[in-house]
């Protein structure tokens, strides 16, 4: 019985669904790219009890069409799943010479020598060595750019690795599939903020989640549900400040309860809209299987022929009372973090079309019917005689008849819907033109330290960038009822709208979308989002950062320890009341440093903190700001972490705080008018 159709879009030439159906417990697709080369897939699944059919789409990047099997499995009763191997591509020529075979097969002896060896790193150090040999022995006199090389190198080292795990195999043909138990035996300790996720997200968490999710830079209103690459992160920033003991004693139970039955707890990619909670943990183990088989099988579609694959499972959900239901998984992504079907969105709707029909057609009801009744009255169901009628027993929200599953999954490589397709991350980012110094790279510390933090790690700024903090709490009118906002709310909402309108007007930078998403999540002060607008204004002006960073004297301490850190927000904790003080001080010296001479006005006392009391100057250079125009990672961007960090410990900061912003925002307005430092033009000196 075949299932045939025809896809047609863009980058998709063109598509061909086939479909066959094989004995009980068995399916075999063939993958045949047009070209001659071919891939054959033995496929055995067994123990997905909902699992009756799948197909393999892949999407050439070279945009040639690729002809694709459908196969099916209907075995309901397994308990394992059989891994899906794949044979070498027919016909096409080893990437090694008889020589190179001949040189890699004496140093056979020594790669068996390497992995007997309990010496941590032994294999790494023999790969090193080979690579090495291999290239002064072959590659000598290769002739390459350094880009060339750099890429040739990197396929080289993987070749190589995969050449002496192939022959150090059992010589023979290999038959039959080979059983991978992916039921998960092994115990592992559920993280605090899953449990915290799984006991009250739906009835505490997601409003708060989706408000910082429409609040983020990256947010995009075509994706209907919050990526869980963005759910999980907030879930997570949230159990780090919950102070309830309560709640903390209760995830605490939950995670012991659930280690001690047994259950294998993976991170958590089981929220993809199935109601795991009340199923056993057979069934729930062999779900978490299914989506490691699905990523797998995507990442060997692309091993063997270069596509990035999009993998289907679909069948009688018995949640469902029976009816189609279809999961799928996918691979890769865009530069912005887009998955294919986020890319394609007419290609989900196309395959589930021809997925649909397929299953309709193979999925025959008398075979399976005796094993899914048993598994349909677990689920308080009654099975029709028609293959997609079902009638609940009684009131049961278990599930919805036809309901399908998102395709985005955390183990399917779903898209997290980071960014608009426009807001890649290969964007220019600020002072990291042709001269500029290296301390701008993620990564890369202030010059001032370079000598001291020479053990530091990397500056890896923003990768905690979506820490929230409280939500603008809505009061009730007295008289009317109404939700009423207080002013300073209300403010506080319309800058957050100026910000948003600021960030659109061009993509940003993606180190300086994380800057901005970690520096908003401090909030209850509209000038500190005022300032965030001109901050990014100052940024996008910089073509090129004049000098050094800024210079480090007099800078608050806890900024200090911060980047000597990696910038990492993890390692941040809110401040204590004595901390708070230091960083009241040694952020006003700090900013009085920054300042040109010629704003500090005569008999100035530093020990009032009054900001109001600088000069407002004229400028008509970047050279009249000396120590403060500076963009990127070091620049002015490490005065608003302050800020961010003295908003977070303090609600209402007080007058000393409005004024200091209002000098910042003064001072970004002023360094924009004046015209950006050319490239190979001087770094002005600090001597004024």
């Known amino acids: 019985m075949d299932a045939t159709g025809t896809i047609r879009g863009q980058r998709i030439l063109e598509t061909e669904f086939h479909g066959h159906c094989e004995e009980l417990g068995k399916a075999i697709a063939i993958y045949s790219v047009k070209g001659g080369q071919s891939v054959e897939w033995n496929v055995e699944i067994a123990g997905m009890a909902w699992v009756v059919a799948f197909i393999l789409c892949a999407v050439n990047r070279n945009t040639k069409g690729v002809a694709v099997s459908i196969g099916r499995d209907v075995d309901l009763e397994g308990s394992q799943m059989i891994e899906t191997t794949a044979k070498a591509a027919r016909g096409g020529r080893p990437w090694t010479s008889d020589a190179q075979r001949v040189w890699l097969m004496d140093r056979m002896e020594s790669y068996m020598e390497a992995r007997q060896s309990k010496q941590r790193g032994s294999i790494a150090g023999f790969r090193r060595k080979v690579l090495d040999d291999f290239i002064q022995e072959f590659w000598k006199n290769k002739k390459m750019s350094v880009e060339e090389r750099g890429e040739a190198l990197g396929t080289l080292d993987r070749r190589i690795r995969e050449w002496f795990v192939n022959h150090s195999r059992k010589a023979g043909p290999i038959r039959g599939s080979k059983v991978l138990d992916l039921r998960g035996t092994k115990k592992k300790r559920l993280a605090a903020w899953q449990a915290y996720s799984r006991l009250y997200y739906d009835t505490v968490l997601k409003p708060l989640v989706e408000e910082q999710w429409r609040e983020d830079p990256a947010y995009d209103p075509t994706i209907r549900e919050v990526p869980f690459k963005f759910r999980n992160r907030a879930v997570c920033n949230l159990w780090r400040i919950e102070q309830d003991e309560r709640v903390k004693e209760e995830v605490a139970a939950y995670i012991k309860e659930e280690y001690q039955r047994g259950g294998n707890m993976e991170e958590e990619d089981d929220l993809d809209g199935d109601d795991d909670g009340d199923v056993d943990p057979a069934e729930l183990s062999r779900r978490q299987a299914n989506r490691k088989l699905q990523t797998y099988m995507c990442k060997q579609i692309y091993r063997e022929l270069g596509f990035v694959g999009v993998v289907c499972f679909t ?51 008398a075979k399976h019917q005796a094993a899914l009744r048993r598994l349909l009255e677990k689920s308080k169901y009654r099975f029709d005689s028609k293959a997609n009628d079902a009638m609940y027993l009684d009131d049961d929200d278990s599930g919805t008849v036809g309901q399908d599953t998102d395709m985005e999954n955390g183990e399917g490589g779903g898209s997290d ?140 301490s806890i900024l200090s320890m911060y980047i000597r850190g990696g910038r990492d927000p993890e390692k941040h904790t809110k401040l204590t009341v004595d901390e708070l003080d230091q960083l009241h001080n040694e952020l006003f010296s700090w900013w009085f440093v920054l300042q040109p001479k010629s704003r500090i006005p005569p008999n100035f006392d530093e020990s009032l903190q009054d900001c109001s009391l600088l000069l407002r100057i004229s400028t008509t250079s970047h050279q009249d700001w000396p120590d403060l125009y500076r963009g990127s990672t070091n620049g002015v961007y490490g005065v608003f972490i302050c800020l961010g960090w003295w908003l977070e410990a303090d609600c209402t900061p007080g007058t000393k705080y409005d004024n200091l912003i209002d000098d910042i925002c003064w001072v970004l307005k002023t360094m924009v008018t004046v015209p950006a430092p050319g490239l190979g033009e001087k770094p002005p000196s600090r001597r004024r």
């Open 315 to 365: 069948g009688p959900e018995p949640k469902s009372g029976g009816s189609i239901v279809a999961t799928f998984g996918t691979d890769g992504q865009t530069e912005a973090g887009r998955a294919l079907t986020d890319v394609y969105p007419e290609l989900k709707a196309q395959l589930e079309g021809l997925v649909y029909d397929f299953a309709s057609q193979v999925t025959h009801l």
């Open 417 to 556: 819907g980071g960014a608009k397709p426009n807001d890649e991350d290969g964007g220019d980012t600020p002072g990291n033109q042709d001269g500029e110094d290296d301390a701008d790279m993620l990564g890369g510390k202030d010059d001032e330290e370079n000598n001291n933090d020479t053990d530091a790690p990397e500056d890896n700024n923003g990768d905690g960038n979506d820490r929230e903090g409280s939500i603008p709490e809505v009061h009730d009118d007295v008289q009317g009822g109404e939700k009423v906002l207080k002013d300073d709310e209300v403010r506080e909402l319309a800058k957050n709208d100026e910000l948003k309108r600021v960030i659109a007007l061009e993509p940003l930078p993606g180190w300086l979308r994380k800057a901005v998403s970690y520096l908003r999540a401090y909030k209850g002060h509209a000038g500190y989002l005022g300032a965030i607008a001109e901050l990014v204004n100052f940024e996008r002006h910089v073509k090129r950062n004049p000098g050094k960073p800024l210079p480090a004297t007099s800078r608050p």
